[in-house]
Protein backbone atom coordinates (compact mmCIF):
# COMPACT_ATOMS: atom_id res chain seq x y z
CA UNK A 1 0.00 0.00 0.00
CA UNK A 2 1.57 3.30 -0.62
CA UNK A 3 0.18 6.93 -0.98
CA UNK A 4 3.22 9.56 -0.10
CA UNK A 5 6.18 10.89 -1.76
CA UNK A 6 8.19 8.31 -0.36
CA UNK A 7 12.04 6.58 0.19
CA UNK A 8 14.12 4.98 -2.78
CA UNK A 9 17.01 6.84 -4.13
CA UNK A 10 15.24 8.46 -6.98
CA UNK A 11 15.29 11.88 -8.70
CA UNK A 12 11.43 12.18 -7.92
CA UNK A 13 10.30 9.71 -5.39
CA UNK A 14 7.05 10.39 -5.55
CA UNK A 15 7.20 9.20 -9.10
CA UNK A 16 9.04 6.11 -8.68
CA UNK A 17 6.94 4.74 -5.54
CA UNK A 18 3.40 5.09 -7.54
CA UNK A 19 4.56 3.88 -10.91
CA UNK A 20 5.93 0.86 -9.09
CA UNK A 21 2.60 0.67 -7.04
CA UNK A 22 0.68 0.98 -10.46
CA UNK A 23 2.49 -1.68 -11.72
CA UNK A 24 1.93 -4.42 -9.24
CA UNK A 25 -1.63 -3.21 -8.40
CA UNK A 26 -3.60 -5.73 -10.53
CA UNK A 27 -2.00 -8.37 -8.79
CA UNK A 28 -0.83 -7.02 -5.69
CA UNK A 29 -3.84 -8.48 -3.18
CA UNK A 30 -3.00 -11.94 -4.08
CA UNK A 31 1.30 -11.43 -3.74
CA UNK A 32 0.25 -10.43 -0.22
CA UNK A 33 -1.88 -12.91 0.64
CA UNK A 34 0.76 -15.39 -0.28
CA UNK A 35 4.01 -13.83 0.94
CA UNK A 36 2.50 -13.38 4.64
CA UNK A 37 0.62 -17.09 4.08
CA UNK A 38 -2.52 -14.95 4.73
CA UNK A 39 -1.77 -13.70 8.11
CA UNK A 40 -2.28 -10.02 6.96
CA UNK A 41 -5.60 -10.29 7.63
CA UNK A 42 -5.36 -11.20 10.82
CA UNK A 43 -3.35 -8.04 11.74
CA UNK A 44 -5.74 -5.81 10.01
CA UNK A 45 -8.30 -6.82 12.31
CA UNK A 46 -5.73 -6.68 15.02
CA UNK A 47 -5.19 -3.29 14.30
CA UNK A 48 -8.96 -2.43 13.89
CA UNK A 49 -9.55 -3.75 17.45
CA UNK A 50 -7.15 -1.05 18.68
CA UNK A 51 -9.07 1.94 16.71
CA UNK A 52 -12.31 0.99 18.13
CA UNK A 53 -14.04 3.78 15.84
CA UNK A 54 -17.53 5.10 17.44
CA UNK A 55 -21.02 3.96 15.77
CA UNK A 56 -21.92 5.85 12.66
CA UNK A 57 -18.06 7.75 12.73
CA UNK A 58 -16.57 9.29 9.54
CA UNK A 59 -12.73 7.43 9.51
CA UNK A 60 -9.92 7.75 7.55
CA UNK A 61 -8.09 5.07 6.16
CA UNK A 62 -4.27 6.41 4.51
CA UNK A 63 -2.57 4.90 1.55
CA UNK A 64 -5.36 2.56 1.34
CA UNK A 65 -4.25 0.80 -2.12
CA UNK A 66 -7.12 -1.47 -3.11
CA UNK A 67 -9.32 -1.25 0.50
CA UNK A 68 -8.04 -4.23 2.32
CA UNK A 69 -8.51 -2.06 5.63
CA UNK A 70 -11.66 0.15 4.54
CA UNK A 71 -13.21 -3.58 3.29
CA UNK A 72 -11.97 -4.72 7.03
CA UNK A 73 -13.66 -1.65 9.19
CA UNK A 74 -17.20 -2.04 7.25
CA UNK A 75 -17.63 -5.47 7.80
CA UNK A 76 -16.75 -4.55 11.46
CA UNK A 77 -19.11 -1.94 11.45
CA UNK A 78 -21.77 -0.63 8.57
CA UNK A 79 -22.39 2.10 10.03
CA UNK A 80 -18.87 3.81 9.50
CA UNK A 81 -18.20 6.58 6.65
CA UNK A 82 -14.79 5.28 5.34
CA UNK A 83 -13.01 7.46 3.11
CA UNK A 84 -9.77 5.57 1.51
CA UNK A 85 -6.98 7.59 0.16
CA UNK A 86 -3.91 6.66 -1.90
CA UNK A 87 -1.95 8.66 -4.61
CA UNK A 88 -1.90 5.88 -6.81
CA UNK A 89 -5.39 6.08 -9.16
CA UNK A 90 -4.57 2.04 -10.68
CA UNK A 91 -4.25 1.09 -6.57
CA UNK A 92 -7.63 3.15 -6.44
CA UNK A 93 -9.46 1.33 -9.31
CA UNK A 94 -9.20 -1.80 -7.73
CA UNK A 95 -10.43 -0.60 -4.56
CA UNK A 96 -13.53 1.21 -6.24
CA UNK A 97 -14.33 -1.89 -8.24
CA UNK A 98 -14.37 -4.51 -4.90
CA UNK A 99 -16.23 -1.91 -3.52
CA UNK A 100 -19.05 -2.76 -5.30
CA UNK A 101 -19.24 -6.39 -3.99
CA UNK A 102 -17.40 -6.30 -0.52
CA UNK A 103 -18.29 -2.70 0.90
CA UNK A 104 -20.65 -3.08 4.04
CA UNK A 105 -21.44 0.41 3.98
CA UNK A 106 -20.04 3.71 2.74
CA UNK A 107 -16.89 3.42 1.52
CA UNK A 108 -15.48 6.63 -0.86
CA UNK A 109 -11.65 6.72 -2.57
CA UNK A 110 -10.36 10.01 -2.82
CA UNK A 111 -6.46 10.19 -4.84
CA UNK A 112 -4.11 12.33 -3.05
CA UNK A 113 -1.01 12.53 -0.81
CA UNK A 114 -0.61 11.74 3.29
CA UNK A 115 1.25 14.44 3.42
CA UNK A 116 -1.37 17.18 1.77
CA UNK A 117 -5.07 15.87 2.69
CA UNK A 118 -7.74 17.62 0.94
CA UNK A 119 -9.68 17.55 4.57
CA UNK A 120 -10.46 20.24 6.99
CA UNK A 121 -9.47 20.31 10.45
CA UNK A 122 -10.58 17.96 13.42
CA UNK A 123 -12.71 15.94 10.57
CA UNK A 124 -12.43 12.39 11.18
CA UNK A 125 -13.47 9.89 14.12
CA UNK A 126 -10.34 7.90 13.50
CA UNK A 127 -7.54 6.94 11.19
CA UNK A 128 -5.53 3.74 9.90
CA UNK A 129 -2.85 3.11 7.85
CA UNK A 130 -1.58 -0.41 7.15
CA UNK A 131 2.16 -1.40 5.69
CA UNK A 132 2.99 2.36 4.35
CA UNK A 133 4.27 5.04 7.04
CA UNK A 134 8.24 3.19 6.30
CA UNK A 135 7.27 4.84 2.23
CA UNK A 136 6.88 7.97 3.60
CA UNK A 137 9.69 10.50 2.56
CA UNK A 138 8.85 12.63 6.39
CA UNK A 139 7.23 10.46 8.87
CA UNK A 140 7.33 13.67 11.25
CA UNK A 141 5.09 15.78 8.68
CA UNK A 142 2.85 12.83 7.95
CA UNK A 143 2.18 11.99 11.33
CA UNK A 144 1.05 16.03 11.48
CA UNK A 145 -1.08 15.61 8.81
CA UNK A 146 -3.19 12.98 10.48
CA UNK A 147 -3.39 14.56 13.61
CA UNK A 148 -4.74 17.27 11.92
CA UNK A 149 -7.55 15.90 10.50
CA UNK A 150 -8.82 13.83 13.53
CA UNK A 151 -10.90 14.76 16.26
CA UNK A 152 -9.87 15.20 19.88
CA UNK A 153 -10.07 12.15 21.48
CA UNK A 154 -9.92 10.08 18.21
CA UNK A 155 -7.20 7.54 17.63
CA UNK A 156 -4.54 6.79 14.88
CA UNK A 157 -3.48 2.92 14.07
CA UNK A 158 -0.45 2.18 12.42
CA UNK A 159 0.00 -1.12 11.11
CA UNK A 160 3.38 -1.73 9.75
CA UNK A 161 6.56 -3.92 9.44
CA UNK A 162 9.18 -3.16 11.84
CA UNK A 163 12.61 -4.88 13.47
CA UNK A 164 12.41 -7.71 15.96
CA UNK A 165 14.45 -7.12 19.26
CA UNK A 166 15.70 -10.50 19.19
CA UNK A 167 18.97 -10.59 17.10
CA UNK A 168 18.14 -14.63 15.98
CA UNK A 169 14.59 -14.03 15.38
CA UNK A 170 15.78 -10.88 13.24
CA UNK A 171 18.43 -12.64 10.87
CA UNK A 172 16.08 -15.74 10.44
CA UNK A 173 12.99 -13.01 9.36
CA UNK A 174 15.51 -11.01 7.70
CA UNK A 175 16.51 -13.63 5.60
CA UNK A 176 13.11 -14.21 4.67
CA UNK A 177 11.71 -10.68 4.17
CA UNK A 178 15.13 -9.48 1.78
CA UNK A 179 15.45 -12.63 0.00
CA UNK A 180 12.72 -14.96 -0.72
CA UNK A 181 9.76 -11.90 -0.51
CA UNK A 182 11.36 -10.28 -3.90
CA UNK A 183 11.49 -13.81 -5.72
CA UNK A 184 7.82 -14.39 -4.63
CA UNK A 185 6.81 -11.04 -5.44
CA UNK A 186 8.63 -11.37 -9.04
CA UNK A 187 6.26 -14.50 -9.99
CA UNK A 188 3.29 -13.55 -8.13
CA UNK A 189 3.43 -10.20 -7.82
CA UNK A 190 4.51 -9.62 -11.66
CA UNK A 191 7.64 -7.89 -10.21
CA UNK A 192 11.00 -8.51 -8.60
CA UNK A 193 12.00 -4.68 -8.46
CA UNK A 194 9.10 -3.83 -6.59
CA UNK A 195 9.29 -6.53 -4.16
CA UNK A 196 12.92 -6.05 -3.70
CA UNK A 197 12.01 -2.01 -3.23
CA UNK A 198 9.55 -3.11 -0.69
CA UNK A 199 11.83 -4.56 2.05
CA UNK A 200 14.42 -2.53 1.73
CA UNK A 201 12.15 0.39 2.60
CA UNK A 202 12.34 -1.21 6.24
CA UNK A 203 16.08 -0.65 6.16
CA UNK A 204 15.92 3.36 7.35
CA UNK A 205 12.96 2.90 8.91
CA UNK A 206 13.02 3.81 12.90
CA UNK A 207 12.32 0.76 15.40
CA UNK A 208 9.00 0.21 17.86
CA UNK A 209 10.39 2.87 20.18
CA UNK A 210 11.70 5.24 18.15
CA UNK A 211 7.98 5.61 16.19
CA UNK A 212 6.07 6.04 19.36
CA UNK A 213 8.55 8.61 20.23
CA UNK A 214 7.60 10.25 16.40
CA UNK A 215 3.93 9.88 17.69
CA UNK A 216 4.40 11.84 20.91
CA UNK A 217 6.39 14.43 18.93
CA UNK A 218 3.77 15.19 16.39
CA UNK A 219 1.65 15.58 19.33
CA UNK A 220 -0.32 12.27 19.77
CA UNK A 221 -0.86 11.41 22.99
CA UNK A 222 -1.35 7.52 25.30
CA UNK A 223 0.97 6.70 22.25
CA UNK A 224 2.47 2.67 22.11
CA UNK A 225 2.75 -0.02 20.18
CA UNK A 226 1.72 -3.67 20.56
CA UNK A 227 4.41 -6.11 18.78
CA UNK A 228 3.48 -9.14 16.50
CA UNK A 229 5.40 -12.01 14.70
CA UNK A 230 8.02 -11.72 17.59
CA UNK A 231 8.12 -7.75 16.75
CA UNK A 232 8.75 -8.23 13.23
CA UNK A 233 5.43 -6.38 12.44
CA UNK A 234 3.84 -3.75 15.15
CA UNK A 235 0.98 -1.30 14.94
CA UNK A 236 1.53 2.50 16.75
CA UNK A 237 -1.62 3.62 18.30
CA UNK A 238 -1.88 7.45 19.45
CA UNK A 239 -4.55 9.49 20.44
CA UNK A 240 -5.19 13.32 18.67
CA UNK A 241 -5.34 16.32 21.30
Known amino acids: ?35 SAGLDEGWRKRAIALLAPPKGGRVLDLCCGTGDVVFHLLRIDPSLDVTGVDFCEPMLENARRRATHEAR ?8 DVMTLPFE ?45 NKLWKALFGVYFYRIVPLIGGVVGGSHQAYSYLPNSLTN ?20 FVRLMGGAIAIHYGTAA
Not at 105 to 111: D, L, P
Not at 133 to 156: K, Q, S, W, Y
Open 1 to 35: MNCSRAGTPQPDKGAFVRDMFAKIAPRYDTANRVI
Open 105 to 112: GKATFVEA
Open 121 to 165: DRAFDGATMGFSMRNVVDIDATLREIRRVLRPGARFVNLDMSKAP
Open 205 to 224: HPNAEALRERFEKAGFQNSG
